[in-house]
Nanobody, 124 residues
Framework: QVQLVESGGGSVQAGGSLRLSCAASGRTGSRYAMGWFRQAPGKEREFVAA????????SYADSVKGRFSISRDNAKMTGYLQMNRLKPEDTAVYYCAARDFTSISIRSREYNYWGQGTQVTVSS
């Protein structure tokens, strides 16, 4: 089992920045890809970004490409999502996820472990 805990959410004005963190614990030595997803009120959960175990492969949703950056520090067992130039439509609960493969996926059903989520609110 892998436990994930997100932090770094909050409220910002449009154009601002936030950095989300995802701390993993549990099965030390496991190799897993990580992803970020978000869910706005009344909407389905959607893919935001993903990173492979090595960090060499990343993927982004078109809506965040060029504004968000995903990274990870395997020594610290922590993943990050740097969010710049935030827009009101980025408002959502952001979830960190991990899957039992080293390669990325953009599909939420292919992730085995999920954090509890952290709220991001962007005001205009």
């Amino acid at each position: 089992q892998v436990q994930l805990v997100e932090s770094g959410g909050g409220s910002v004005q449009a154009g601002g920045s936030l950095r989300l963190s995802c701390a993993a614990s549990g099965r030390t030595g496991s190799r897993y890809a990580m992803g970020w997803f978000r869910q706005a009120p009344g909407k389905e959960r959607e893919f935001v970004a993903a990173i492979s175990w090595s960090g060499g492969t990343t993927s982004y949703a078109d809506s965040v490409k060029g504004r968000f950056s995903i990274s990870r520090d395997n020594a610290k067992m922590t993943g990050y999502l740097q969010m710049n130039r935030l827009k009101p439509e980025d408002t959502a609960v952001y979830y960190c996820a991990a899957r039992d493969f080293t390669s990325i996926s953009i599909r939420s059903r292919e992730y085995n472990y999920w954090g509890q989520g952290t709220q991001v609110t962007v005001s205009s």
